[in-house]
């Protein structure tokens, strides 16, 4: 059974980081792109970051460019997400997608309308608020 489990969200100041971590189990790790998603209320799902597990790319959103940093930990089948400089307009449930990076071409979707619609897995989400 494939899973994923978030953790690491909370309440920060901002300009103040967090560390978010996306536990997987139940797939070849190595085979698969990772991507954090995001969901503000009211507003659309939106790529934020990819890697893929094999270490052949990543991805970021504009709007993270500089203060979020993605990375892998093969050996714990892990993914993370190293968030500084948060901004209140960062506050939003954090999701992990990921699927097969030979199906979705690694993280090319991360960046298409609907793009998170390509990683079938995902896990229940973390919530990030940053208080201005």
């Known amino acids: 059974e494939v899973q994923l489990v978030e953790s690491g969200g909370g309440l920060v100041q901002a300009g103040g980081s967090l560390r978010l971590s996306c536990a997987t189990s139940g797939f070849t790790f190595d085979d698969y792109a990772i991507g954090w998603f995001r969901q503000a209320p009211g507003k659309e799902l939106e790529g934020v970051s990819c890697i893929t597990a094999s270490g052949g790319s990543t991805y970021y959103a504009d709007s993270v460019k500089g203060r979020f940093t993605i990375s892998s930990d093969n050996a714990k089948n892990t993914v993370y997400l190293q968030m500084n400089s948060l901004k209140s307009e960062d506050t939003a449930v954090y999701y992990c997608?990921?699927?097969?990076?030979?199906?979705?071409?690694?993280?090319?979707?991360?960046?298409?309308?609907?793009?998170?619609?390509?990683?079938?897995?995902r896990g229940q989400g973390t919530q990030v608020t940053v208080s201005s």
């Open positions: 997608r990921a699927d097969k990076a030979q199906l979705v071409a690694g993280c090319s979707k991360m960046n298409r309308p609907l793009g998170y619609t390509w990683y079938a897995y």
